[in-house]
């Protein structure tokens, strides 16, 4: 991922601005039969990836699948960029934060590291997917790329402390973004991120408790 992906200036902006955009992704008000169907879109471009891998996924494949119209689907996303972004914004937020037990700040970070890492491990799909989707200039994938960066920075500072150094927090953040692409290039395998990241982060950690 390019520096489009995270946005970053300098670190300690960058902090700031992540920890800002680190809301609900907001959607239109949507009635009870929208939301079906953009639940129909998302449970179909989920079984589409696993099948075929986001290079066969088009909007149009997944409306199929979902039982719409592209015309409909294109309501809801501007893009399948914009898909892939959204359905990995879900897979972090609806999955639990692990609870904190290492005596230390190196090893919770450690802890957060691997949680995460695990997470992209088990959607080796939706993973690919994203590494090239995060990186489009439609301003629904800028939008979730800077919700997706506040998240890991909250991640992380919730494992050291409210008083961690943002420079700290954005070398750990370039981290899990490093680590991500290179599982997309292949010079990684998606289930050796944990360990990966593991060793990273106490590199980075040294000299930070």
Excluded at 25 to 54: C, Y
Excluded at 111 to 140: H, T
Excluded at 194 to 200: Q, S
């Amino acid at each position: 991922m390019d520096e489009r992906f995270l946005a970053v200036d300098r670190g300690s902006a960058y902090a700031g601005q992540m920890a800002s955009q680190l809301s609900s992704i907001p959607r239109k008000s949507l009635n009870t039969r929208q939301m079906e169907t953009v639940e129909r879109l998302f449970t179909a471009a989920g079984e589409l990836l696993d099948e075929f891998g986001h290079e066969q996924v088009t909007i149009r494949t997944v409306a199929s699948r979902a039982g719409v119209s592209p015309a409909t689907a294109y309501t809801y996303f501007a893009s399948k960029e914009h898909l892939f972004a959204e359905l990995f914004w879900r897979l972090l937020v609806s999955s639990p934060v692990p609870e904190l037990t290492g005596g230390t700040a190196t090893a919770r970070t450690q802890q957060m590291a691997a949680d995460l890492a695990r997470l992209i491990a088990d959607a080796p799909a939706l993973a690919a997917a994203v590494n090239k989707g995060l990186l489009g200039s439609d301003p629904e994938v800028q939008r979730l790329r800077l919700a997706i960066g506040g998240l890991w920075v909250d991640r992380f500072r919730d494992a050291i402390g409210e008083d961690a150094d943002p420079d700290l927090i954005t070398s750990l953040v370039f981290a899990l973004s490093g680590a991500l692409l290179q599982a997309g290039m292949g010079i990684l395998a998606y289930d050796e991120l944990p360990d990966f990241l593991d060793k990273t982060v106490a590199v980075i950690m040294r000299g930070n408790e």
